[in-house]
């Protein structure tokens, strides 16, 4: 269990040749390549124990940029007894390559770019919020409006009252 790179060696037998808990990663040390990048090695060690030499079973694995690669093992061998090396070429191996940069840019268009934009524009090119604030501030002056004009009724209604006699006598 929590093996990185497994032997197998017939239908019911396995052995751990590096432990994924038990790693180092260095340089890479694989087939050379043309690239800027050449890659990774890791080392996984601490595997089952070999007891031909009483020492527990290792492996370096030299992962190679290949950028159109998505992972493709080209070989694998044993040099001492119960070590292991294997050679893997992978896209993701290639990483961020040196002398290059990343110069990120911003563009305004006044034309929304596509239809599923999260703030529709209205009729006339004016965003949909300009609208909705419009209308708030059109329904609250309406309101004050007729709670002013409620009101002027009010104190005229009273003040007629107030004119036919003095009750307070």
Excluded: H
Aim: net charge negative; hydrophobic share 35%; charged share 10%.
């Amino acid at each position: 269990m929590g093996s990185a790179v497994c032997q197998i060696q017939g239908p019911a037998t396995s052995y751990s040749c590096g432990m994924a808990s038990n790693f180092v990663i260095s340089d890479y040390g694989g087939d050379v390549n043309d690239t800027i990048c050449p890659g990774v090695r890791i080392t996984y060690t601490n595997g089952d124990l070999c007891p031909a030499l009483q020492t527990n079973r290792s492996t370096v694995l030299d992962i190679g940029c290949s950028v159109n690669n998505t992972g493709t093992v080209t070989s694998v061998t044993e040099g001492d007894a119960c070590d292991y090396a294997a050679q893997m070429l992978a896209g993701a191996a290639c990483g961020y390559i040196p002398g290059t940069s990343v110069t990120p840019s911003v563009s305004y268009s006044p034309i929304p770019t596509n239809s599923t934009d999260a703030s529709p524009s209205s009729s006339g090119g004016v965003d949909s919020w300009v609208w909705w604030t419009l209308g708030a501030v059109g329904i609250v002056l309406l309101v004050v409006v007729i709670a002013g004009a409620g009101f002027f009724v009010y104190k005229k209604k009273r003040s007629t009252y107030d004119s036919l006699g003095d009750y307070d006598d």
